[in-house]
């Protein structure tokens, strides 16, 4: 009854691959985020999508292409991984129309570049 | 980009002391939020707080809003280990679309 999973928990790969990671959530929230955990703990936003829509796109390189079939669902796919995408990825789902509400979060991806 | 300024960014304390954590911008938030995060796990909710001058506590937790609604704070009392995490500030600007937007947060350590 996880409310928001995203797989795979830990990514090893080397520099140059292509990389996925997949975010579900069956909150019935209509809004998904990607942020970026670096190894100082900082929390920045890459991408919103709100019922499948591109609404934030945080000057991430174009490596990223997140991807929402549905609104349960927020794909994060890098291109030519380098070794500073090296961190943990965290997804995320609110419900818009409640101007305070909380975030909840997966429990991160953590992306090891070689 | 606003940022928020969260100190001290690193606290080790014994258990039953008490510390604030402070949460600084120089923008006005709609709303400001504080999280806690434990390793391996993703930032899980302690508290939205709205209105300036807003007091919210929570046990031993005791969150309050600046006035001018550009600042928050985050009190312990009589710290337990169990309340060792990472805490995280973050708020929201009044403009449709806007992202949360997170300090640099605050480690906290206290041991038995």
């Known amino acids: 009854d996880t409310a928001v999973s995203q797989t795979p928990k830990y990514l090893v790969t080397q520099m140059g691959n292509d990389k996925s990671i997949k975010c579900e959530q069956n909150?019935?929230?209509?809004?998904m985020y990607w942020y970026k955990q670096d190894s100082k703990k900082f929390l920045k936003i890459m991408f919103s999508?709100?019922?499948?829509?591109?609404?934030i796109n945080e000057t991430v390189p174009n490596r990223f292409s997140p991807k929402s079939p549905d609104k349960a669902h927020l794909n994060l796919h890098i291109n030519s991984l380098e070794l500073g995408d090296s961190a943990v990825y965290f997804c995320?789902?609110?419900?818009?129309?409640?101007?305070?509400?909380?975030?909840?979060f997966g429990n991160g991806t953590r992306l090891t570049v070689t | 980009t606003q940022l928020l300024e969260q100190s001290p960014q690193f606290l080790s304390i014994q258990e039953g002391e008490n510390l604030t954590v402070y949460c600084n911008s120089s923008s006005v938030f709609s709303s400001l939020q504080w999280y806690r995060q434990e390793p391996g796990e993703g930032p899980v909710l302690l508290v939205t707080?709205?209105?300036?001058?807003e007091v919210k506590k929570l046990k031993r937790l005791t969150f309050q809003f600046g006035d001018a609604r550009k600042d928050s704070s985050l009190h312990i009392t009589a710290a337990q280990p169990g309340d060792t995490g990472l805490y995280l500030c973050a708020g929201r600007h009044n403009q449709a679309g806007t992202a949360l937007i997170f300090g640099k947060g605050t480690t906290l350590s206290v041991s038995s």
């Open positions: 707080v709205v209105t300036g001058g």
């Open positions: 995320a789902s609110s419900l818009t129309g409640q101007n305070n509400s909380p975030l909840h």
């Open positions: 999508y709100n019922n499948k829509e591109l609404i």
């Open positions: 909150l019935g929230h209509d809004t």
